[in-house]
């Protein structure tokens, strides 16, 4: 399992559920890191395609090349991780993210942050409670 290591200054209690928050979010980083990571394959491979039409090899090539610079252009600044923007939340933020998580675990109580994430990832109805949540 990948570790996320999120540092931040909130009560215990509250650090547990960003960290909780940041080790759910490494599994939706990935789907969306996909979902842009198709648009600028779109692009690329749509250019390349109406390069070939027009220009045969050497339309590919060029199409792919605008196209790959096209798909730079359009998904830059999408990729930042979900853990860094969760950490970056400012505290009256990460207070609400907070009482939302709690809410939604109700009665379960935790003495660590270790306890709490393997109380959650064991329970894939928790899991995507919170993650439909936030």
Not at 79 to 89: A, G, Q, R, S, W
Request: aromatic fraction near 4%.
């Amino acid at each position: 399992m990948l570790r996320v290591h999120c540092i931040s200054k909130m009560p215990p209690r509250v650090d547990d559920v960003m960290k909780l928050c940041c080790e759910l979010s490494t599994n939706q980083q990935v789907k969306a890191t996909v979902k842009q990571s198709g648009k600028g394959a779109v692009a690329a491979g749509g250019l390349a395609f109406a390069g070939g039409l027009i220009g045969g090899p050497l339309g590919i090539a060029v199409g792919g090349a605008v196209g790959g610079l096209l798909g730079c252009w359009l998904t830059s600044g999408q990729f930042k991780p979900l853990p860094h923007v969760i950490m970056e939340l400012t505290p009256n933020q990460q207070q609400r993210l907070y009482e939302d998580i709690v809410a939604i675990l109700g009665s379960i109580t935790w003495t660590d942050v270790a306890q709490l994430t393997a109380l959650v990832m064991g329970n894939a109805t928790l899991q995507q409670q919170i993650l439909s949540d936030k």
